[in-house]
């Protein structure tokens, strides 16, 4: 590509001890384009922003700035040579009213005005302290105070995640004046929907590597997510044996083990309905960040929903402590093992905590009894106990079968399981979905979120896509393949939740853009359509709930 | 989509009226604070109705050196770091101070005064050094580094010695204009206000309180977060050396063993309203606690209280209100 190129960085490396978040990625950005980056979680799309705006540095690789190379080492280096981001979180100091903060990057009060005003947020006083705006309005500021300097380049980084319909149209027609204006942009974005509105190319990272540029046109979608699969896309996904006839012998009428309505928590969490019935897997597939952790959080009694109600066994529930949750018989295992367990103390110790440190058991610790149960499960979970005397000098996968060891040898009821697998080898990932198999077998009910899709039909019965905090669709497991899951977790189709308000005022400004422009009417047409066609594709092997 | 603008709530209307009110409630605190020891004096006065003029100049000679240390250490928990050095410099500027104006001349005290001043500032910037490399926790670096400083003073002066020059301690030692107006407050709001007025309207230290509040927001911004760390350990060191100085005015001579004026300050910053998480409070509100405590135990003495079981009272004073003032922020942040 020998066209100008206004940002362009090659082979970007970086890695973090024995992994490797970034590979070789590459990124050209025209000037004046609106330009996608994409991947699947863990593609290293985040690691790759962190470099681009100088939060961090890359191992090796070159950034080219107007074709002039540039180390960006903090930034306000980046800053200054012109590239702006505006993060996924807002980046406002919260103890600083608005006025301190924009003197803090040493913003132009006028601009930047300007720029609130027409992003719609009317009537801001500077002097309020950005820790008493709500969520939507600070990313509105982050991005006004962005625009005010007038970057070459802006980088947005799932901007439009928290904000409302009205404001997001608002961040369209400011990105699009950027365009106009011979400016680039970077979008990142999980709404495919938006991508298809505005941006002209997308660029896809998988694994660390940029595996493709593509126009973005009619049908592109489909293409995308093909890159961001990779090979596996074209293989049939491995089809469970015996599963599938258990997701049928369970009927509706089985008392669900633990049932979720219309619950909200936090700013990301909106909407989630769902049953968990007694000797099932459910899988929970969500693309990073669309309120997943929100709903473990509530399940496990470490924040409390600000709407909606849970059930167990058919009774409501309120849990205002996770030792609430636990004695519900809902037991957490989450991704992060440093979170479960006391790194420096024994397996043994590690396993007994839940049950022999509840309040009722004063007095010596019955340790024949407690060993017998430890014993029981550390058989159960073949875990290797060479390096019993310190939990953190297991390996990962280890450590987190005695993360689940402990509720096993409690006795489980309903397993709540947030990536389990996350940073594991293959072979204990293997022990543990059989693990999680025969634990539903013999009555207990497990709810398994987790990141790689190739899990889901290999583990679960059924499984639930949230998108944006609410639950998009609902599906057999057997039939979930890759691309259908993914498919779904991006929200496509677009379905009830999805603002159509956006789609139609793109296409109908495309149609206006079409005319007189004449130079991209093919990359932009029919913005709508491709949305539609997905419509039947994806929503196929599952039904609605 | 509707649910999303729900929580995102609606820009930030209200016009300037709320704007108003929220800035009163924003210095509630301090406001708070004056009526406690306007309150205070009034107690004082129907305690012991001969309270005047030089029982107020006793009181704020003697509160001079923790509304320093005071000061000192909310320049730094603004910043998000805490000091525990500060008793320890406050003894070893004073007893330099001291050992180097002993047999001097009046002349060469200023001097010494000087020099004094950027000690304590080369002392704070390099505590301030060292917990920016270290990446060890504020609390630790200097915790470690009050037992140095400490020994360093009792390396200066073995035993308490030394001498103050005479204009020194006639710096302190009347009233100002009117009996009502110890020198020891003015010469405290003149060195407190030279150093912090313009300071607080400088980037730095706009810097200071956005790396107490949130360092990733800080650096986002591009603030130089470590060299923002560095400059507010050189200012809390700037200010213990004053109470140092202080010390030297009050006393004549150089003490070397650190007073308790570490965990005082700690308890009047708490008092005065700065946020020990960092990024909030200002420099008054200290002040203002500093005096609500003495004249606390003013009181106590002149109800002739066991000063033991005074110390006890003051204590429980000060956990009063602090909870009953943290209860009402978190009432009205729910709200």
Known sequence: MTDDLLLEATGVAKRYGAVIALRDASLGVRAGEVHALMGANGAGKSTFVKILTGAIRPDAGTIMLRGRERGMHSPDEARRTGLIPVYQEPSLVPDLDVHANLTLTRTPINAFRRWVEDLGVLHLDLRTPARELPLAILRILDLARALAVEPDVLLLDEMTAALPADLTEHVMNAIRRQREAGRSVIFISHRMIEIAAICDRATVLRDGQTVGVVDVTKGTEEQIVKHMLGPIATQPAATRTGTGARSDRLDDAVTARLSVRSLRAGTKLHDVSFDLRVGEVLGIVALEGQGQDELFDVLAGSARPSGGEVHVDGRPARFGHPADAIRAGLVYVPANRAEALLMQRSVRENIALPFSAALNHWGPIDTSTEGRRIGTAVNRLQIDTRAQSEVRRLSGGNQQKVTIARWVAGGVRTLLCFDPTRGIDIRTKREIYDLLRELAAAGAAVLLYTSELEEIPLVCDRVVVIFNGRVVDEMAAAGADEPTLLRAAYGLPPGALTPEEIVAEAAAVEAANAQPDGSRPATMAGVGEPARDTEGTALSPGSRP | ?335
């Open chain 2, 1 to 335: 989509m509707s649910a999303a603008a729900e929580t995102a709530g609606r820009p930030a209307g209200g016009g300037t009226r709320a704007g108003t009110v929220r800035s009163l409630w924003r210095s509630a605190w301090t406001f708070g604070l004056v009526g406690l020891l306007l309150l205070l004096f009034l107690v004082t006065r129907a305690i012991k109705p001969t309270y005047g003029a030089s029982e107020l100049e006793s009181l704020a000679i003697g509160a001079l050196p923790i509304a320093f240390a005071a000061v000192a250490q909310a320049v730094v928990v603004i910043s998000g770091g805490i000091d525990l050095t500060i008793g320890s410099v406050m003894a070893l500027t004073n007893v330099t101070a001291a050992a180097l104006m002993a047999g001097g001349s009046e002349e060469f005290a200023v001097l010494v005064v000087v020099f004094v001043l950027l000690l304590g500032l080369v002392v704070g910037a390099l505590n301030g050094l060292l917990v920016v490399i270290t990446r060890v926790p504020d609390i630790i670096v200097t915790l470690a580094l009050s037992f140095v400083w400490a020994g360093a003073a009792l390396l200066v002066l073995k035993s308490p010695g030394g001498s103050t020059a005479a204009w020194l301690k006639g710096l302190i030692d009347d009233t100002f204009l009117i009996v009502w107006i110890p020198e020891a407050l003015v010469l405290l709001l003149v060195a407190v206000g030279v150093v912090w007025l313009p300071l607080r309207r400088s980037r730095l230290g706009l810097s200071m309180y956005a790396v107490g509040s949130d360092r990733l927001a800080a650096f986002r911004s591009g603030v130089a977060v470590g060299r923002t760390k560095i400059a507010a350990y050189a200012v809390t060191g700037l200010f213990a050396a004053m109470g140092g100085l202080s010390l030297s005015m009050s006393t004549g001579i150089g003490i070397p063993v650190p007073g308790p004026y570490t965990l005082l300050s700690v308890a009047a910053i708490v008092l005065g309203g700065v946020s020990l998480a960092g990024g909030r409070g200002g420099l008054l509100g200290p002040l203002l606690a500093v005096f609500i405590l003495a004249l606390i135990r003013a009181d106590l003495t002149f109800l002739n209280v066991d000063p033991n079981f005074a110390t006890v009272v003051q204590g429980v004073i000060l956990v009063v209100v602090v909870m009953v003032g943290a209860f009402a922020t978190l009432r009205r942040r729910t709200a």
